[in-house]
């Protein structure tokens, strides 16, 4: 079945710990993003990806890294720069890069700060 | 900033019911607009994507003025099932069209 996999599904970390989150798809598409929602709130974009090997920033980058050396991978680093990293983590991809097409998500992990 | 703003409700409704949800959109050079649901604690799933002549898929009915800056989902003969949060997307400008803007979602409640 094609889709979007993301592990592991709940993640605790301590404070002044990295974490990094795993972000794959089959559906060879070319754009991959990363979101992150706070209870009652919307998604807010941390990366994106349009192609292999370049990313740009998105709103709220600060305290994370991202790479992409292959189109179906885009996994997330919460660096212990991140101030406040608890939140539910949502990866999407599309078919056009930087083309205005839906979106397809993950299952999200959610993150605890211990 | 250009945003995407909705009721978060709660609107609670009985089963059978009609109910409506706008969205507003600030960025008047958007052209794709979508509705998406979210369960609790679930990813966003898409509803459906909205044209300009409007569109209707089952129960669910999505319009778009353009003049107004305005989308709208209306949700016919509810069903327990309905019950989610409803979240309209607009695609954004800066850096690429990909882009979406997701609303904080308009949160649906369908009682018995």
């Known amino acids: 079945d094609g889709g979007i996999t993301q592990s592991p599904k709940y993640l605790f970390r301590k404070e002044g710990q990295n974490v990094t989150l795993s972000c794959e798809q089959n559906l060879n598409h070319d754009a991959m993003y990363w979101y992150r929602q706070d209870p009652g709130q919307g998604l807010r974009l941390i990366y994106y990806s349009q192609i292999v090997n370049d990313f740009q920033k998105g709103d709220i980058a600060e305290g994370y890294s991202v790479s992409r050396e292959k189109k179906e991978s885009f996994p997330l680093t919460v660096t212990s720069a991140q101030k406040n990293p608890t939140a539910f983590y949502l990866c999407a991809s599309n078919w056009e890069a930087g083309g205005p097409s839906e979106q397809f998500f993950g299952p999200g992990t959610r993150l605890t700060v211990l | ?112």
């Open chain 2, 1 to 112: 900033r250009k945003e995407v703003e909705q009721d978060p409700g709660p609107f609670n409704v009985p089963e059978g019911a009609t109910v409506a949800f706008n969205c507003t959109y600030s960025n008047s050079a958007s052209q794709s607009f979508f509705w998406y649901r979210q369960d609790c604690r679930k990813e966003p799933k898409l509803l459906m994507s909205v044209y300009s002549s409007g569109n209707e898929d089952g129960r669910f009915t999505a319009q778009l003025n353009r003049a107004s800056q305005y989308i709208s989902l209306l949700i016919r003969d509810s069903k327990l099932s309905d019950s989610a949060t409803y979240l309209c997307v607009v695609n954004g400008d800066g850096g690429s069209q990909g882009n979406l803007i997701f609303g904080k979602g308009t949160k649906l409640s369908v009682k018995p």
